[in-house]
């Protein structure tokens, strides 16, 4: 390629790698008035309940996180509504006794029987409960999510923001108890009458009726699958023979909370398809909901969700004198210092090569942050090891290949034919290890569930673009910049062997 | 003519340094168990409403909890301030929750003590507004198991997979090979973690020793690609198996460093600078990779020996065979 060639193509790619850096990473202010700003992609990219927190602007969007509630079984408040009920009166007042050195408070007759310790019954279907919320969470296949037992009768548990209606999930996981289907012929379900389970003396537990509760997708659309028994099935079948005549109203509800609300216009004489306005997380939360109701049926206490919160990320973050770090702070120091190292590294070694390789690691992280949006990955632990993984891959790749036209170099041959026959040589060894973690980062992705699941999606694409980085732009990068050259070998910091005279 | 590295010789050793250090790693792991981090933490909770924002009070309010922490001889290792959500509209309420974490060590009566003086502290201070709640609680996260059984298969496998690939590419001597040095970094990270008592969260050790076992497979693969590289030269064939393999492994310690080191100096600078979370995995990663750097360089090369001499005399057997078969068929 001539010079002017040369430069005018190198001159566009730097441009590139430039605008598409300003787009994923630089914030700036958008016409001055202080309220606007061009919130770069790394900020509208998901981050994991490990990162973010509030930080270009304090409305600036959404960063990471996660939400927070602890869970209350009935009968047990917190030492805070325990002390605003104190103050609000006496009248008609509740009479709780201290638990946990006074952290929360446990009704007297409900919780203790009269006493002041928990009864065998209530531990018992505390447990229940906790195991119910335990699994309810699990099936939600989310990373960061926790659950702790706080004060021996309390759950306190936590969802990534990234999730997608997760203070559903919080609401809906609360509902404990049987599930019930009424029908009735107006939206209010107080006034509806209750099919399932069969009232009086043929009364069963509804997993007698309902087999199920499952997510479905249609052509990309989620919806719940409720599968009933044939004994349920009949049940439905004769409560909505009306239907087609007069439209009625079919409630599906757990612990007497609705989690299903729908009008039916015919008669229903076969499993229940809803869908509507799911997202696949909400409708995964609604089916869980039911389905987990169906193997906890026999709860004998409610519970209930306390205050929610909004946690920022949960890393602890720095604080250096008066400058205050955030994880991403830290995540963000960490990889330039690295940046810097291999940079500083590659320019001592290889000269004017060493930029060949900054530009294929600069566009390869800009494509990688892209794809973190586009996808979504959540930006968190896997997807930040998964980054450092395959940008190592990719700089030690390139140096391979650096090294193993230096080899040809040193014998004799002309830097096109060193590149040539280096890139040939090492070809196998770079396909091999990139074919390698590309399988094994798609195993990863496919068996593995929350966050090493991320991890692997996020290495499969970040081997991909490693193995292409290396094996395609490294290569015409480098050839484009030869051109700028008179002298390649001293442009690449080559060195011809020296040869012995014998004479 | 120059000392020559011998890995075969040396296997007896390589297999008494695994088999002692996996020994004592169990009979660690039987009496004590792994180091595991207490799922307890015990936190001490500041709930206050938005006078104290408004006012920028904040600062003001968390050195007088850590006042009379520091009275009451309490150290917090974490803290953070929640904003409450309103449920119908997740929006911000206006109402805060300063959270302090203290370590699982810490007697609930001294806590009881501290937060009671902290409510009669923060209750006597009118700068900060009459809505301040303070209260004590203790916490025992639940573990989800499905999480860590499906990530050391999904590890397990993904290395097996990568061993298949080893044995089509470069023989099944050298999946044999892999594979001993595969399950061996895997009993070896765990027993290194019983050992060294190198605290782990509760998935700490299946996911240890699942990501040994990625790395012994990828380091075992590069020096194939370096032998499979070296024995092509004519210098290599009057080299017995021994001879070649020691020749070959003891070349390419430069190739096999530049994909443990840039990794080695990815973990710890990510570990050292980046926040507490990550560190807790970055750094304890250094131990598989210590680990499947010994066995690429030291046992699975060892292991290799007996079989390439093995495998190579039933390569020669069948070469003559089909020879004999060839001069049959020209009679």
Known sequence: MGKIKSAIVLTLITLIVAVLCVVCFVPFPLGGDGIHYFNPIINWADKSADLGGYQFGEEAGYLGGSYAVVFYPEGVVSAKDYADDQNAGTEGKTEYVAYAGGSVYLDKEKVCNGGTEPTAEFKAAFDAQLNCLK??????????????????????????????????????????????????????????????????????????????????????????????????????????????????????????????????????????????????????????????????????????????????????????????????????????????????????????LGFVNILTYLLFLELMVLIYWAVPIAIGTGAIVALAISSALLCVSNAVSFEAARKEYAVGKTIASSVKTGYKKCFWHIFDLHIVLLAVALLVYLIAITELSAFGLALTFGVALSGLGTLLLNRFLWYVTMGLSKQPGKFCHFKREEVEDDE | MNKRFLPGKLLPVWIAVSAILIVVGVVLFSLFGFNYASPEKKTVEISYDAVVYIEEKEEKLAEECEKVFSQNMLEYTAKKTDRELDVNYVAETGNYLLVYTFSSDVKDETLQTAAASLQTALEGNSEFGGDIFVSAHTLAGEQFHEASWRAAIALGVAAIVALVYVGFRFGWDCAISGLVACVNDTLLTLALFAIARIPVYAYGPVLFAGIAAVFSAILWLAQCMKMRENFKDPAYTSLTAQEAVGVSVAGSWKFVCCFVLPLAVVFAVLGIIASNGLRLFLLPVLLPLAVSVYSSFLLAPAVLVPLKSKFDKMKSSRKKYVGKKKAEVQE
């Open chain 1, 135 to 352: 699994e309810r969470f699990a099936r939600l296949h989310s990373e960061g999510l926790t659950l702790e037992v706080r004060d021996g009768f309390t759950v306190y548990a936590t969802l990534p923001a990234s999730l997608d209606a997760s203070v559903a999930a919080f609401l809906y996981y609360s509902y404990m108890g049987n599930v019930t289907v009424l029908y009735g012929t107006s939206s209010d379900a107080t006034s509806a009458s209750q099919i399932i389970p069969e009232a009086g003396s043929k009364a069963k537990p509804s997993s007698e009726y309902i087999k199920s509760a499952s997510v479905r997708t249609n052509v990309g659309t989620p919806y719940v699958e409720v599968d009933f028994t044939d004994a349920g099935l009949e049940l439905i079948s004769n409560a909505t023979s009306g239907a087609a005549d007069s439209a009625g109203y079919l409630f599906v509800q757990v612990g007497g909370e609705t989690v299903i609300n729908l009008s039916v216009s015919e008669q229903i004489s076969d499993d229940l398809y809803i869908s509507g306005s799911y997202t696949s997380d909400s409708a995964t939360i609604v089916a869980n909901t039911i389905d987990t109701a169906l193997d906890f049926e026999k709860m004998e206490f409610g519970m209930k969700m306390g205050e929610l919160y909004r946690v920022d990320g949960g890393f602890a973050p720095l604080t250096l004198g008066s400058v205050s770090l955030s994880a991403l702070d830290l995540v963000y120091i960490a990889f330039g210092v690295l940046f810097l190292a291999m940079a500083v590294f590659f320019l001592v070694r290889y000269g004017r």
